[in-house]
T-cell receptor, first 113, second 111 residues
Framework: GESVGLHLPTLSVQEGDNSIINCAYSNSASDYFIWYKQESGKGPQFIIDIRSNMDKRQGQRVTVLLNKTVKHLSLQIAATQPGDSAVYFCAETGGQAGTALIFGKGTTLSVSS | DAGVIQSPRHEVTEMGQEVTLRCKPISGHDYLFWYRQTMMRGLELLIYFNNNVPIDDSGMPEDRFSAKMPNASFSTLKIQPSEPRDSAVYFC?????????FGSGTRLTVV
C-alpha cells in the first residue's frame, strides 16, 4: 500500500552537530511534503514544507531536500540544539491521499550537550 | 488565535463505556481531520471533513467509531463501546490555504 516511511527510528547527536533525518515515500503522485516536530505531550508542529516542483527549500536552521527520482525526502538541521530533541515525522499529501496528510512512523532525535 | 482546541486532554474509561472526544477547529479552516497515534502504528488518519461533510472515513477502524461535524466550529469522535485496544492519543487538525494545524490531543486510556 501507499505509505511514508523513515530510514532510522532514532538519531543521537551532539549539540552543535548537523542532523540529517531521512524519509522514503512510495506514492509518486504526492505533490506536497511536510516535516513535523512532535514534543512529548504535544501535537505535531510544522517545521518546513516543500512542493514537488522544488528540490530544496531552506528555513531557519532547517533545510528540506526532495529527490523525486528515488522518492526520498530529508530534513537537515544545522547546529542542532538540545531543544531540537523530539520525534520528527515526514508527511505527504496529494494523489490518492487527497487533502489528508499521510505520516511516516517518525524518527526520535536526541541531542546531548 | 487559540489554535485547535481538543477536550478532554486525558480520558480514562472502562471497557464497554461510550467515549466522546471533542474538537474545535480554527475559525475559517474548511478542513478537519481526526488522527490516532499509537507506538505501534504511528499517526493514522481516521476521517476528514470538508465544509462539515465527511470526505473519507476509510480509516475508521470499525463500526464502534463514529465522527460528526454538526457545524464549522465543532466536531466529535465517538467510540461505543470502547475497548482497551482503543487506548491511544487522538489528534484533531484543521486546515486552510495556510496549512495544517494540530491540536494538543486527547490521551485515551481504556481499562
Amino acid at each position: 500500500g501507499e505509505s511514508v516511511g523513515l530510514h532510522l527510528p532514532t538519531l543521537s547527536v551532539q549539540e552543535g552537530d548537523n542532523s540529517i533525518i531521512n524519509c522514503a515515500y512510495s506514492n509518486s503522485a504526492s505533490d506536497y511534503f511536510i516535516w513535523y516536530k512532535q514534543e512529548s505531550g504535544k501535537g505535531p508542529q510544522f517545521i518546513i514544507d516543500i512542493r514537488s516542483n522544488m528540490d530544496k527549500r531552506q528555513g531557519q536552521r532547517v533545510t528540506v531536500l526532495l529527490n523525486k527520482t528515488v522518492k526520498h525526502l530529508s530534513l537537515q538541521i544545522a547546529a542542532t540544539q538540545p531543544g531540537d530533541s523530539a520525534v520528527y515525522f515526514c508527511a505527504e499529501t496529494g494523489g490518492q491521499a487527497g487533502t489528508a496528510l499521510i505520516f511516516g512512523k517518525g524518527t526520535t532525535l536526541s541531542v546531548s550537550s | 488565535d487559540a489554535g485547535v482546541i481538543q477536550s478532554p486532554r486525558h480520558e480514562v474509561t472502562e471497557m464497554g463505556q461510550e467515549v466522546t472526544l471533542r474538537c474545535k477547529p480554527i475559525s475559517g479552516h474548511d478542513y478537519l481531520f481526526w488522527y490516532r497515534q499509537t507506538m505501534m502504528r504511528g499517526l493514522e488518519l481516521l476521517i476528514y471533513f470538508n465544509n462539515n461533510v465527511p470526505i473519507d472515513d476509510s480509516g475508521m477502524p470499525e463500526d464502534r467509531f463514529s465522527a460528526k461535524m454538526p457545524n464549522a466550529s465543532f466536531s466529535t469522535l465517538k467510540i461505543q463501546p470502547s475497548e482497551p485496544r482503543d487506548s491511544a492519543v487522538y489528534f484533531c487538525a484543521s486546515k486552510s490555504m495556510g496549512g495544517y494545524t494540530f491540536g494538543s490531543g486527547t490521551r485515551l486510556t481504556v481499562v
